[in-house]
C-alpha cells in the first residue's frame, strides 16, 4: 500500500515563525502535491512538483514555498508564518503510470498560528 | 475552466436510509478523469473510485453505487443502506486528461444518526 506520511498531526506556531512542514511517501511516485483545507472552500491546491527539484504553483502559492531535493520528501515553507495561515495541510502523492493520477493522501497537518 | 461543484453542504440521514450526493463538473477537455474521496473524522483522504470520461457504465461496490452521466456532466454517488461509519466529508474532484492535477469539489459533509 502507498504510505504518505506527514511529519505532524497538530502544531502550533507564532505569528513570523518559520515553519516547516515534511512529506514523505514511500511509494517512488513522481508527482507530490501541498493543499489546504479550509471550511466551506475544500481543498486548494499550493503548490505541486513533478519531479526533483521541479515546482509549479498551484491556486493559492502566497505566502508559501516548497522544496523538493529528494524524490520521496516534499516540505512546505512558510518563510513568515501569519494566522490566516491557520489550517490543516493536506499531502498528496501520485505517479503517471498507470493510475490515471489517482493521489494519495496524507493524515494530515493542523496548523494554528497564534 | 474546471470547475466541480458540491451543491449540498451537508446532509443528514438516519441509519439505513439511501442518501444521494450530488457532484457536477464543468470542463472543455473531451478526456478526463472523475475521483470521489472520503474524509472520516480522522483527517485522511481515502480514494474511492476514479472513472474516465468513455466509460460510462455505472459502478456497484457494495453499499456503494456511482451513476456517470455525460450529457447533464454529473458524476453522483449513493450510499445505500447507509450506516454510522459513513459518516464522513465526501469531495468529489476532476483531472483532465494529462494532467497532474485535480480539481476538488468544496465537500458534501455526510452525517449518518443511529
Same mark, same amino acid.
Given at each position: 500500500? %502507498?504510505? %504518505?506520511?506527514?511529519?505532524?498531526?497538530?502544531?502550533?506556531?507564532?505569528?513570523?515563525?518559520?515553519?516547516?512542514?515534511?512529506? %514523505?511517501?514511500?511509494?517512488?511516485?513522481?508527482?507530490?502535491?501541498? $493543499?489546504?483545507?479550509?471550511?466551506?472552500? &475544500?481543498?486548494?491546491?499550493? $503548490?505541486?512538483? $513533478?519531479?526533483?527539484?521541479?515546482?509549479?504553483? &498551484?491556486?493559492?502559492?502566497? &505566502? $508559501?514555498? %516548497?522544496?523538493?531535493?529528494?524524490?520521496?520528501?516534499?516540505?512546505?515553507?512558510?518563510?513568515?508564518?501569519?494566522?490566516?495561515?491557520?489550517?490543516? =495541510?493536506?499531502?498528496?502523492?501520485?505517479?503517471?503510470?498507470?493510475?490515471? =493520477?489517482?493521489?494519495?493522501?496524507?493524515? &494530515?497537518?493542523?496548523?494554528?498560528?497564534? | 475552466?474546471? !470547475?466541480?461543484?458540491?451543491?449540498?453542504?451537508?446532509?443528514?440521514?438516519?441509519? !439505513?436510509?439511501?442518501?444521494?450526493?450530488?457532484?457536477?463538473?464543468?470542463?472543455?477537455?473531451?478526456?478526463?478523469?472523475? /475521483?470521489?474521496?472520503?474524509?472520516?473524522?480522522?483527517?485522511?483522504?481515502? /480514494?474511492?473510485?476514479?472513472?474516465?470520461?468513455?466509460?460510462?457504465?455505472?459502478e456497484i461496490s457494495g453499499r456503494y453505487s456511482w451513476n456517470f452521466q455525460k450529457s447533464t456532466s454529473s /458524476?453522483? /454517488?449513493?450510499?445505500?443502506?447507509?450506516?454510522?461509519?459513513?459518516?464522513?466529508?465526501?469531495?468529489?474532484?476532476?483531472?483532465?486528461?494529462?494532467?497532474?492535477?485535480?480539481?476538488?469539489? !468544496?465537500?458534501?459533509?455526510?452525517?449518518?444518526?443511529?
Amino acid at each position: 500500500d %502507498v504510505k %504518505v506520511t506527514q511529519s505532524s498531526r497538530y502544531l502550533v506556531k507564532r505569528t513570523g515563525e518559520k515553519v516547516f512542514l515534511e512529506c %514523505v511517501q514511500d511509494m517512488d511516485h513522481e508527482n507530490m502535491f501541498w $493543499y489546504r483545507q479550509d471550511p466551506g472552500l &475544500g481543498l486548494r491546491l499550493i $503548490y505541486f512538483s $513533478y519531479d526533483v527539484k521541479m515546482k509549479e504553483k &498551484g491556486d493559492i502559492p502566497e &505566502g $508559501y514555498s %516548497v522544496s523538493r531535493e529528494k524524490k520521496e520528501r516534499f516540505s512546505l515553507i512558510l518563510e513568515s508564518a501569519s494566522t490566516n495561515q491557520t489550517s490543516m =495541510y493536506l499531502c498528496a502523492s501520485s505517479s503517471p503510470l498507470g493510475q490515471y =493520477y489517482e493521489q494519495y493522501f496524507g493524515p &494530515g497537518t493542523r496548523l494554528t498560528v497564534t | 475552466a474546471q !470547475k466541480v461543484t458540491q451543491a449540498q453542504t451537508e446532509i443528514s440521514v438516519v441509519e !439505513k436510509e439511501d442518501v444521494t450526493l450530488d457532484c457536477v463538473y464543468e470542463t472543455r477537455d473531451t478526456t478526463y478523469y472523475l /475521483f470521489w474521496y472520503k474524509q472520516p473524522p480522522s483527517g485522511e483522504l481515502v /480514494f474511492l473510485i476514479r472513472r474516465n470520461s468513455f466509460d460510462e457504465q455505472n459502478e456497484i461496490s457494495g453499499r456503494y453505487s456511482w451513476n456517470f452521466q455525460k450529457s447533464t456532466s454529473s /458524476f453522483n /454517488f449513493t450510499i445505500t443502506a447507509s450506516q454510522v461509519v459513513d459518516s464522513a466529508v465526501y469531495f468529489c474532484a476532476l483531472s483532465q486528461g494529462g494532467s497532474e492535477k485535480l480539481v476538488f469539489g !468544496k465537500g458534501t459533509k455526510l452525517t449518518v444518526n443511529p
